[in-house]
């Protein structure tokens, strides 16, 4: 890589960062590209010369968090038999990553974690939802090999928006009230899937 490429692609992670600070603090709809650029200490001339508007690093941001996460659900989905462990212990397994991973990308929750996404942004997290769907449906069809397909998938998009409704909640609190809504959301999931998959 020559120096200038490096200075482009150092440039593109400094308004990748201060997108995703952005989105956190003020919601997708409400940042604009200016915003952006100032939050860079750039100009929007600068931000212009890598992204054409707010869609495009949007997208950016969008593939970088689909690559964290799927590596995210490979350490986590892919390591010890998760579905043979304790059914607490497995719901701790996956909400902790999944806390951790929400708490370094502050940018995540508010280009995905909301129910109306934008038609440009959907297409983009559409492949990340259908995977995570995939893998928590086959860990539960693992569980409970004798429920019918149909069950098991709605548990597992049940469960999913259910870490999705509780997550905003966890990661705007701190210290004790973080770990305090995080052993909610571990009681919830614990109640809701101990009857059907236990």
């Known amino acids: 890589m020559t120096k200038r490429q490096a200075r482009g692609q150092a440039r593109m992670e400094q308004i990748l960062a201060a997108a995703a600070e952005a989105f956190a603090e003020s919601g997708y709809e409400a940042v604009s590209t200016n915003a952006i650029a100032a939050r860079a200490g750039i100009s929007p001339g600068s931000l212009y010369q890598f992204f054409a508007n707010k869609d495009d690093i949007a997208h950016a941001l969008a593939e ?88 098991v998938e709605r548990t597992a998009t049940v469960a999913i928006q259910l870490v999705r409704a509780m997550m905003p909640l966890i990661v705007a609190a701190g210290g004790d009230e973080r770990a305090a809504l995080e052993g909610e959301l571990r009681a919830v999931l614990h109640g809701y899937l101990e009857p059907v998959v236990g």
């Open 64 to 151: 970088r968090y689909a690559a964290q996460l799927d590596e995210l659900r490979s350490t986590t989905f892919d390591g010890a038999d998760l579905a043979a462990l304790p059914l607490d212990r497995l719901i701790g397994a996956i909400t902790g990553p999944l806390v951790e991973f929400n708490l370094a990308n502050r940018g995540f929750k508010a280009l995905f974690a909301r129910p109306d996404l934008p038609p440009s942004l959907t297409t983009a997290v559409a492949p990340l939802h259908a995977a995570l769907l995939g893998r928590v449906t086959a860990l539960l069809a693992a569980r409970a090999p004798r429920l019918p397909a149909d069950v």
